[in-house]
């Protein structure tokens, strides 16, 4: 049979196997996977493995592949990791049938290069364990499909796996990518863990298995604008003003936490971020996306206060646990005026989130030799940290959880009094999420989000000309505060240098700044002025997720357990054509807390791509604006009335009449039961 198999494949892996590559010394490593297999099911996971490698090699890699499970938890398949460093090169360098073919490797293999990824040896980009895919023999027959794709032909790629190509048409997707996603009675950590051991499911995170990072530029804007309208909401700075002379203290300078010092300083504040891992430290200040780096709570506190008072602004990372960090603050009295955590909280006791009293290397060994006691540590921290937050906030210090399931996990510890409605986590928590009171209302209503596109040339003048295309587009459509904002934001985008691997920007947009963004960026492309160019978004957005700790935690009419708003987006997508779209299971929030997706759209300049763009823009955002409006959310009822207008005779969203609260006050009197 197996003769017959290995002739009924033109794509497949090369029959020769790759030398086993040297791991370069300098790169992080990720830590030891849970995995709990049975015998039966390490003989499963190594099966599975070897249905991509040719029988003739079967006993070598078995033998491998057993190595691999036992000391990683997985098996990445390292042998077929393509030596040396992955970047994302300029798409020329590429083969391939089609222009989107070419163009999504560059997407992958910026995910993974050695500047970008956090763990690359383990296909790791963000957010701890956020892969593009599962291992290197899915990575390199990913790419083996790409090189042959033609713009007939979709792809179809299931955690991580190319189930195969199939003929469609120029105007469907040509690639769809499914991850983690679970049949709801096994939706949750401990099968998700089993499976992925087995080799059947990837935690693609959100743009990590979506092919869409772009480094933590991508996070630095929505965090530069949640600490600014915090300031705005909560601390009375005026429209114009910024966050001079106040304090703003944090945990977390990975993947994309690695973004919250740039983010302070661009918005005008003093911060202290406390990282437990100082290799993570080094990393943002060669970028000089810190100021400051130090093993003392005393000097990272005298560097701030110094800042403050000439009101300057300054990124210190304080070498150490942030819980230290936070005890410090309060038993010296010092008034912090923003707060919150960026800890990776939705996979806790995977190696997301360090106890105090550890080292980073103490935390990662341990992790390995006693995963239970390391759990344990882990609960008592949490509430300890929680404890802490309480005590600076009775202080006056407004703490908002920046979407990396904190609260959750303070309440999985079994901590009730964190629920607002003191029972269970139905109602959200005490403490708002940054989307509740400030992501959600001021920019998701309205259909602000995070719009972003890569220059596929990696020429900086390509997105120098982008960048300025944008600017004057906003300048000329200045609406309200968020416009002004963001035409801030991509006016000193590149004195900011916020580029790390490819030539990316993001650039909050709404729904029609998104669309006619990108028909001009395509006219651009067709005229000649620049390479050709790959939009996408962060699935962090107005519609492409449903996650009810985060995304949606500001819809109020009882549906944020719903997840079809992310599912309809998905699919709308695909329906409009959109280049590659991608569902997971999980993103920020943790298996089972989300469903979430994005999107990929190549730009080549011809008259397809704008009739696309026509559609599938401002369905991908009014998707999410609609379903604000129908919970009654203001902001987005308003854009909806706006955009029924203006769409008139075209599109037509339903909206909600608004009932009076003493109406059904009375109403439920009346009910006997
Ligand atoms: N709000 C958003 O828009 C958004 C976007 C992306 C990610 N997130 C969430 O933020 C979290 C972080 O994402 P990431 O990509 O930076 O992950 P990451 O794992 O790369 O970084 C987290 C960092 O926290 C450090 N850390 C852990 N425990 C610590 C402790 N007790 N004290 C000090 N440092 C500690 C780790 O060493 C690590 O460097 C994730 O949960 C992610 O889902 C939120």
């Given at each position: 049979m197996n003769g017959n198999i290995n002739d009924a494949m033109t794509i497949k892996l090369d029959y020769e196997l790759p030398e086993y590559p040297a791991f370069e010394e300098g790169y992080r490593r990720a830590p030891r996977r849970e995995s709990h297999l049975s015998e039966a099911d390490k003989a499963l996971a190594i099966k599975n493995a070897l249905r991509y490698i040719h029988p003739d090699h079967h006993a070598q890699m078995a033998k491998e592949f057993a190595q691999e499970l036992e000391e990683h938890?997985?098996?990445?398949?390292?042998?077929f990791r393509p030596a040396g460093k992955l970047y994302g090169k300029p798409i020329d360098e590429y083969k391939g049938a089609c222009i989107e073919g070419r163009a999504i490797q560059v997407m992958i293999d910026n995910n993974l290069d050695f500047d970008v990824a956090l763990y690359p040896y383990e296909l790791v980009t963000y957010g701890e364990t956020g892969q593009v895919c599962q291992n290197w023999m899915q990575y390199r027959l990913i790419k083996k499909y790409l090189e042959v794709l033609t713009d007939e032909q979709t792809l179809v790629v299931m955690s991580g796996h190319p189930l195969g190509l199939f003929h469609s048409h120029k105007m469907a997707p040509r690639v769809i990518i499914s991850n983690g996603l679970m049949v709801g009675t096994f939706d949750d950590q401990k099968n998700f863990n089993r499976a992925a051991a087995l080799g059947v499911a990837n935690y693609g995170q959100m743009t990590a298995g979506g092919w869409m990072y772009i480094g933590p530029q991508g996070i630095v804007h929505g965090t530069f604008n949640t600490l600014l309208n915090a300031g705005r909401l909560k601390?009375?700075?005026?429209?114009?003003?910024?966050?001079?002379?106040r304090l703003f203290v944090s945990a977390g300078l990975g993947g994309m936490s690695g973004a919250q010092g740039k983010a302070a300083e661009i918005a005008g504040a003093a911060s202290i971020i406390a990282e437990v891992d100082d290799s993570r430290i080094e990393t943002r200040y060669t970028q000089g996306w810190v100021s400051h780096r130090t093993d003392s709570l005393e000097e990272a506190w005298a560097i701030a206060k110094q800042h403050m008072e000439d009101k300057e602004p300054c990124a210190v990372a304080y070498h150490g646990n942030v819980v230290d960090l936070l005890e410090y603050l309060y038993d010296n009295n010092i008034h912090v005026d923003l707060l919150s955590d960026q800890t990776s909280c939705h996979v806790p006791y995977d190696g997301g989130y360090c106890p105090q009293g550890l080292t980073f290397e103490e935390r990662t060994e341990m992790l390995d030799k006693d995963p239970e006691g390391f759990a344990k540590l882990v609960d008592k921290t949490l509430q300890h940290h929680y404890e802490m937050i309480c005590k600076l906030h009775d202080r006056g210090t407004y703490f908002f959880d920046y979407g990396n399931s904190f609260l959750k996990a303070v309440y999985d510890t079994g901590v009730k009094s964190i629920c607002k409605n003191g029972e269970n986590d139905l109602d959200g928590f005490i403490f708002p999420s940054y989307v509740e009171d400030i992501l959600g209302p001021c920019l998701f209503d309205f259909g602000y989000g995070p719009f972003r596109w890569c220059c596929l040339s990696r020429n900086p003048e390509d997105l120098d000309k982008t960048d300025a295309a944008a600017a004057e587009y906003i300048k000329n459509h200045n609406r309200r505060y968020q416009d002004y904002d963001n035409y801030v934001w991509v006016r000193d985008a590149k004195k900011n240098k916020l580029v790390v691997g490819t030539q990316c920007r993001i650039l909050y947009q709404d729904a029609m700044g998104r669309m006619n963004l990108a028909l001009k960026f395509n006219e651009m492309v067709r005229n000649g002025e620049i390479g050709p160019v790959i939009l996408g978004r962060d699935h962090h957005d107005t519609g492409g997720t449903d996650a009810p700790f985060r995304e949606t935690s500001n819809i109020k009419d009882g549906s944020n357990i719903m997840a079809e708003m992310a599912t309809q987006c998905y699919a709308g997508n695909a329906a409009r054509g959109m280049s590659y779209i991608a569902l997971h299971n999980g993103g920020g929030t943790g298996i089972g807390n989300s469903i979430n997706g994005g999107f990929g759209m190549v730009l080549d300049g011809s008259e397809r791509v704008d009739n696309i763009l026509k559609m599938a823009m401002p369905w991908d955002t009014m998707v999410g604006v609609s379903r604000r409006a129908w919970a009654r959310n203001e902001n987005a009822l308003t854009t909806v009335v706006e955009y029924n207008e203006m769409y008139k005779g075209q599109d037509h969203i339903t909206l909600p009449y608004l009932a009076d609260d003493a109406i059904v006050a009375e109403a439920v009197k009346s009910m006997k039961g």
């Open positions: 938890g997985r098996i990445y398949g390292y042998r601390l009375g700075i005026p429209q114009d003003g910024n966050l001079a002379g």
